[in-house]
T-cell receptor, first 114, second 115 residues
Framework: GDSVTQMEGPVTLSEEAFLTINCTYT??????LFWYVQYPGEGLQLLLK?????DKGSNKGFEATYRKETTSFHLEKGSVQVSDSAVYFC?????????????FGTGTSLTVIP | DTGVSQDPRHKITKRGQNVTFRCDPI?????LYWYRQTLGQGPEFLTY????????KSRLLSDRFSAERPKGSFSTLEIQRTEQGDSAMYLC?????????????FGDGTRLSIL
């Protein structure tokens, strides 16, 4: 079945440090891949997406590249800020599923300290 | 685009009571999803509507759970005879169009606490 595996947190970084959050997936078909961010007490916000192999999604300084050969979609940011502190979720949507429901990883909590 | 709206934000109830949550999706979105999120976990799919038709239900959706989307606009999720294990955040999401590449837009959720 479809699934997403994320690196476990929590992750604590100093401001301006480099961020990598690993995400790997298993899917029946050729999925679309997404990163969502969740701030305390709020719902999930779309951060970026990639819909086919070798696509790179990017937004607000975050990037992730769809790697079919390694079934990965790692999230990176060159210089994190305190305001990036949140929980990050990797997700996939598999076109072989009728409803295109999303499968989420367990989330990685990021804390950025000044 | 006013976003996905969920009501109430918080619900506290005693075990055995019934609760109902409402979701108003983004107006032009024909697809609506319900997810459940427990502490430290990612959202888990519960059910999906395309317009007014409920097309898929997860095995997580026990007989005590029912969802409706009567006019293809807002949706309700009802839990009957609530149990301690129902305590969670219930998230609603909506999307438009066809295909798996459409992002889902999430509401802020309804947090359910069972006493």
């Amino acid at each position: 079945g479809d699934s997403v595996t994320q690196m476990e947190g929590p992750v604590t970084l100093s401001e301006e440090a480099f961020l990598t959050i690993n995400c790997t997936y298993t899917a029946t078909g050729y999925p679309s891949l997404f990163w969502y961010v969740q701030y305390p007490g709020e719902g999930l916000q779309l951060l970026l997406k990639a819909t086919k192999a070798d696509d790179k999604g990017s937004n607000k300084g975050f990037e992730a590249t769809y790697r079919k050969e390694t079934t990965s979609f790692h999230l990176e940011k060159g210089s994190v800020q305190v305001s990036d502190s949140a929980v990050y979720f990797c997700a996939l949507s598999d076109p072989t599923n009728t409803g295109n429901q999303f499968y989420f990883g367990t989330g990685t909590s990021l804390t950025v300290i000044p | 685009d006013t976003g996905v709206s969920q009501d109430p934000r918080h619900k506290i109830t005693k075990r055995g009571q019934n609760v109902t949550f409402r979701c108003d999706p983004i107006s032009e979105h024909n697809r609506l999803y319900w997810y459940r999120q427990t502490l430290g976990q990612g959202p888990e799919f519960l059910t999906y509507f395309q317009n007014e038709a409920q097309l898929e239900k997860s095995r997580l959706l026990s007989d005590r759970f029912s969802a409706e989307r009567p006019k293809g606009s807002f949706s309700t999720l009802e839990i009957q005879r609530t149990e301690q294990g129902d305590s969670a955040m219930y998230l609603c999401a909506s999307s438009s169009g066809q295909g798996s590449n459409q992002p889902q837009h999430f509401g802020d959720g309804t947090r359910l606490s069972i006493l």
